[in-house]
């Protein structure tokens, strides 16, 4: 039988305080508590792990006008942080240094003007182009294990092939590909975890792209000059305006940073949820079987909207006394938009602990809202299809090597998947 929770079965439905939060099991599957949240106590003060007191938003509506409020500050600099919580919202490692001034890290009109110039370099076009590529590398990373009969999904799949991508649009060249992939790997086994080899691969990695953009920028005239997206950052101009090295720094890096693990989790997560789903997991082979791109669109915005990689919105600080859903919020106070759980209302989503690839009226919030709206969607969403797709095409009969109690969640805050994904199918 599919692996959803039947209607009225959270388990705790009739509890009358708080559940706990961020323990292991919590990691494993947070929706229950998240619905208590959501019914008990939909605006929810909360100690998070690392101290720091917020504000937790989990409906729908609630979150949705949250994404697009203006008296919320993305700078942190509005966070009225007592001395224990000091840096406890940043990157590890790069709170007050120039990588930080990016666009998860500003509101306008800073905002508006960076991420004009950045939607000039980075099209849908350049997206859409991009395609043969990502096929090619999904294939490639699948040749890696095919004969094999057996894989972990995370470690040769998911995490692979949005680092590549990532970096052969932005222009890093082929040899220098796995130091990047050693350096996010770094960020994303201790994010959260122990500081000084993220924050030692942050530095390696801003010291790298910063001479990569000295390089770049110097052959911009020639003739051999690539139209890769550092490049075209470089280019990009509005009314006379152009990014300054160091916003170029901090844009590549924020495209890293935002477009890497995200798309790692889609990829497991929505891996795993079929896995899960036998039922819809035959409709989506059918559907690639048949080429139904329409079909195949629904699905991984489905497993976005059901599981997706961004449990909670990156930071949010109330510049001024507001409410929110009837809850006084007071200035300075931090506010976390939990999208997971904004993602299961019934109040939005009809039966929404069902998985159903074909739902439509889908407006999730896996990608947020308003002007901080995923910039690198499109990408997201081709590089989902590409990946899910070709893998049950070409290993069709793909069935997960441990039981789903085995497996580990990774205990990050704002994202949400799994450590590992073994699986095993008929060597090809
Ligand atoms: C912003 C989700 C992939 C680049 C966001 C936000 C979410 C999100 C929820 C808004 C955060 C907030 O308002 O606090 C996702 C998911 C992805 C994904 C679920 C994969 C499935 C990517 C990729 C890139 C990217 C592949 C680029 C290569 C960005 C950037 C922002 C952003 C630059 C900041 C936009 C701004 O502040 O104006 N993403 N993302 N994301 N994302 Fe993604």
């Given at each position: 039988?599919?692996a959803?929770a ?10 009358e305080?708080?559940p706990?939060?961020?323990?292991w ?5 947070p929706?229950p ?21 917020a ?13 697009a ?5 993305k700078?942190?600099a ?13 990157i ?29 370099a980075?099209t ?12 090619e ?12 009969g057996?894989a ?10 949005p ?22 790997g ?14 030692r691969?942050?530095?390696k990695?801003r ?14 005239g020639?003739?051999s ?12 101009s ?13 844009m ?28 819809r997991?035959?409709?989506?082979q059918?559907?690639v ?36 859903g ?9 506010v976390?938009?939990v999208l ?7 109040a939005?989503?009809p039966?929404?602990d069902t998985?159903?690839l074909?739902r439509?009226?889908?407006q ?12 690198g ?16 095409r ?7 090597a441990?039981?789903p ?9 704002i994202?949400?998947?799994l ?10």
């Amino acid at each position: 039988p599919d692996a959803q929770a039947a209607p009225g079965s959270c388990p705790l439905a009739g509890a009358e305080s708080p559940p706990e939060l961020f323990t292991w099991e919590f990691a494993a599957d947070p929706y229950p508590a998240y619905a208590w949240l959501r019914t008990h106590a939909p605006v929810h003060r909360t100690r998070l792990p690392s101290g720091v007191e917020a504000w937790l938003v989990t409906r729908y509506a609630d979150a949705r006008a949250a994404l697009a409020d203006p008296r919320l500050s993305k700078n942190p600099a509005h966070h009225d942080e007592p001395a224990h919580a000091k840096g406890k919202t940043g990157i590890p490692g790069e709170r007050k240094a120039e990588l930080m001034t990016h666009l998860l890290n500003i509101d306008p009109p800073d905002h508006t003007r960076l991420r004009r110039l950045v939607s000039k370099a980075f099209t849908p076009r350049r997206v859409a182009e991009f395609a043969p590529r990502v096929q090619e590398l999904t294939d490639s990373l699948i040749d890696s294990f095919a004969a094999r009969g057996s894989a972990d999904l995370i470690h040769e799949f998911a995490f692979p092939l949005p680092i590549y991508a990532i970096c052969e649009l932005l222009g890093v060249p082929r040899e220098d590909q796995d130091d990047f992939r050693d350096w996010a790997g770094m960020m994303i086994r201790h994010g959260g975890g122990p500081r000084g080899g993220v924050a030692r691969s942050v530095k390696k990695m801003r010291a790298y792209l910063a001479e990569l953009i000295h390089r770049k920028r110097e052959d911009l005239g020639e003739e051999s000059a690539r139209d890769d997206l550092i490049s075209g950052l470089i280019r990009a101009s509005d009314h006379g305006e152009h990014l300054t090295e160091n916003e170029v720094a901090a844009m590549a890096f924020i495209l890293l940073f935002a477009g890497f693990e995200t798309t790692v989790n889609l990829i497991g997560n929505g891996t795993y949820t079929l896995l899960r789903n036998p039922g819809r997991r035959a409709e989506f082979q059918r559907a690639v079987a048949e080429e139904d791109s329409a079909l195949l669109a629904s699905s991984v915005e489905e497993l976005l909207r059901y599981d997706g990689p961004v449990e909670l919105a990156t930071w949010r600080f109330a510049t001024r006394p507001l409410e929110i859903g009837g809850q006084r919020i007071a200035s300075g106070d931090p506010v976390l938009v939990v999208l997971a759980a904004a993602d299961r209302d019934p109040a939005r989503f009809p039966a929404p602990d069902t998985l159903d690839l074909a739902r439509t009226d889908n407006q999730h919030l896996g990608y947020g809202h308003g002007i901080h709206y995923c910039l690198g969607a499109p990408l997201a969403r081709l590089e989902g299809q590409y990946a899910l797709g070709t893998l049950l095409r070409r290993l069709p009969d793909l069935r997960l090597a441990a039981e789903p109690e085995e497996l580990r969640w990774r205990g990050g805050l704002i994202m949400r998947g799994l450590r590992t994904l073994p699986v095993s199918f008929t060597p090809r």
